[in-house]
């Protein structure tokens, strides 16, 4: 897999638009980006995924970087069911490791 | 459409007990299947994934194994369970390699 880097933990306004990075420097010209997240308790939710354009869809927009080493899930009006932890992956071969991924808290 | 099955939801077990987990999915052939274990507050550890009957590989040396009887039929395993087997069982699936996963409802076990 293609390592991906995300901050442990980060906060959000109630209402304001949520930017989490991810760095994945070690990504292949034919590997997607994929955010997942999870709810406490429950499986991890898909999001959206990319692979050089940007894209949009009613949950989230991903913004990639030319040179695809790294990217930004945003959610746009970020609500207090947001709140999760948000995982970026690169998979290969089919097969990901799920980091510890980005802690989102939105607040009221 | 497609659908996933995991059971049981919650399970509690003595350490030495046999294991099994179940994980099923309909409206699709030929999908990739996965296991994977989260510890508390912990990401996703990938146990085992599987890209057709009798095709699986292991990822992680540990007291568990999985089997795939059937198609869509994935089962996690162990003979005896330790306690450091608690944690999130999570199963997934993919139609293919490039695209994503989508994953059951998991099994919390916990081992006593």
């Known amino acids: 897999d293609a390592k991906t880097t995300q901050p442990p933990s980060m906060d959000c306004a109630e209402g304001r638009a949520a930017n989490l990075p991810c760095n994945h420097s070690t990504i292949s010209g034919n590997e997607y980006v994929y955010w997942y997240r999870q709810i406490h308790s429950q499986g991890p939710q898909y999001i959206i995924h990319?692979?050089?354009n940007n894209e949009t869809n009613e949950m989230a927009s991903l913004i990639i970087t030319e040179d695809r080493k790294s990217s930004t899930l945003i959610l746009p009006h970020a609500t207090l069911r947001d709140t999760a932890v948000y995982y970026c992956?690169?998979?290969?071969?089919?097969?990901?490791?799920f980091g510890d991924g980005t802690t989102l808290t939105v607040k009221p | 459409s497609q659908t996933i099955h995991q059971w049981p939801a919650t399970l509690v077990q003595p350490v030495g007990s046999p294991l099994s987990l179940e994980c099923t999915v309909e409206?699709?052939?030929?999908?990739?299947l996965y296991w994977y274990r989260q510890a508390a507050g912990r990401g996703l550890q990938l146990l085992f994934y599987s890209i057709g009957i009798d095709q699986i590989s292991s990822e992680v040396p540990q007291n568990l194994s999985a089997s795939r009887p059937q198609d869509r039929q994935f089962i996690l395993s162990s003979k005896k369970l330790l306690l450091s087997d608690s944690g999130f069982y999570l199963c997934?699936?993919?139609?293919?390699?490039?695209?994503?996963?989508?994953f059951g409802s998991g099994t919390r076990l916990t081992v006593v």
């Open positions: 990319g692979l050089k």
């Open positions: 409206g699709t052939s030929n999908p990739n």
């Open positions: 992956i690169v998979p290969n071969a089919g097969k990901s490791t």
């Open positions: 997934a699936w993919t139609p293919g390699t490039v695209y994503g996963y989508t």
